[in-house]
């Protein structure tokens, strides 16, 4: 079955990291492009960060450039989001998601990991 | 606000249709491949429409997508009270080199 399951989710300080992370499996991982889009309560979809199949090209949306960073591991199967400088406005529930828009779109989802930034 | 536009909401009796639109841009809709979700309360994003009108593996053909210039529609045919749900378009946007979501359309059957 193919599978995205999210962890890393929690409560954190206004200024605070956090590093989530993004295990699949029941697909070959490394031919695919990934990505990672949040929701914050009672909001819409908002993409986040978008990284190739090989992590040689990588995008963020302006609102968390400069202070997220995607990447991933291949050989665990594993993409990541480590976040630094985290607002309150950065609170959402975060999914990763598999594809790319330019072609297929993300056609298989996590069910979500929640962040909570708030003092 | 979010750079495509959607309807917040659209609503139709049990077996009516209904059609959702997505207005952008060149630098988004107009030069790249639309894509469309389903989102039901309380569950992640599902794909129904990715490359403008194809519809994901077991997708019925009762949804539908298309796209002309800078903007593009989903329609949904034979509403049905599972249809309930918010609807999200998407496409990459080559000025911004981001990708960008609809503010999404919550569909409600009557």
């Known amino acids: 079955e193919v599978q995205l399951v999210e962890s890393g989710g929690g409560l954190v300080q206004p200024g605070g990291s956090l590093r989530l992370s993004c295990v699949v499996s029941g697909f070959t991982f490394s031919n695919y492009e990934m990505n990672w889009v949040r929701q914050a309560p009672g909001k819409g979809l908002e993409w986040v960060s978008y990284m190739s199949s090989g992590g040689s090209t990588i995008y963020y949306a302006d609102s968390v450039k400069g202070r997220f960073t995607i990447s991933r591991d291949n050989a665990k199967n594993s993409l990541y989001l480590q976040m630094h400088s985290l607002r309150v406005e950065d609170t959402a529930v975060y999914y990763c998601?598999?594809?790319?828009?330019?072609?297929?779109?993300?056609?298989?989802w996590g069910q979500g990991t929640m962040v909570t930034v708030s003092s | 606000q979010s750079v495509l536009t959607q309807p917040p909401s659209v609503s139709a009796a049990p077996g009516q249709t209904v059609t959702i639109s997505c207005s952008g841009s060149s630098s988004n809709i107009g030069n790249n491949y639309v894509s469309w979700y389903q989102q039901l309360p309380g569950t992640a994003p599902k794909l129904l429409i990715y490359?403008?009108?194809k519809r994901s593996s077991g997708i019925p053909d009762r949804f539908s997508g298309s796209k002309s210039g800078t903007s593009a529609t989903l329609g949904i045919t034979g509403l049905q009270t599972g249809d309930e749900a918010d609807y999200y378009c998407g496409t990459w946007d080559s000025s911004l080199s981001a990708g960008v979501f609809g503010g999404g359309t919550k569909v409600t059957v009557l």
């Open positions: 490359d403008n009108d």
């Open positions: 998601a598999r594809g790319a828009f330019r072609l297929d779109a993300f056609d298989i």
